[in-house]
């Protein structure tokens, strides 16, 4: 049974929504026959989400080098961790 496809990739889902749609994508890729177009569309949209999911790590990796970086200063400034702050750091780096 085809399940049912996701219209694009929301730069604004969370992290966890991200890897949920690209196992999806993996599962279906890897256990149901489908057509060449859609199967291209399927890989287009995991790397749409791939590359989200790693801008997101990398965004929550420089909050913890900065963390760590400060706390080895001495200047312990604890920032928001929110999925917004990342989000941000992310458009920046485009």
């Known amino acids: 049974m085809p ?3 996701t219209k ?6 969370q992290f966890e929504e991200a890897i949920e749609k690209l196992e999806s994508i993996i599962e279906r890729m890897e256990s149901e026959q489908i057509p060449l177009e859609e199967l291209l569309k399927d890989y287009e949209e995991g790397t749409k989400l791939l590359k989200l999911c790693r ?3 990398d965004g929550a990796r420089q909050k ?3 963390i760590n ?3 080895t200063n001495g ?6 961790l929110d999925e917004g702050a990342i ?8």
Do not use: F, P, W
């Open 87 to 94: 989000s941000s750091d992310e458009e920046a780096d485009d």
């Open 8 to 13: 694009g990739t929301d730069e604004n889902l």
């Open 69 to 71: 970086k400060e706390l």
């Open 64 to 66: 913890v080098d900065k």
């Open 75 to 80: 200047s312990v400034i604890l920032e928001s």
């Open 3 to 5: 399940q049912k496809k």
């Open 55 to 57: 801008n997101r790590i």
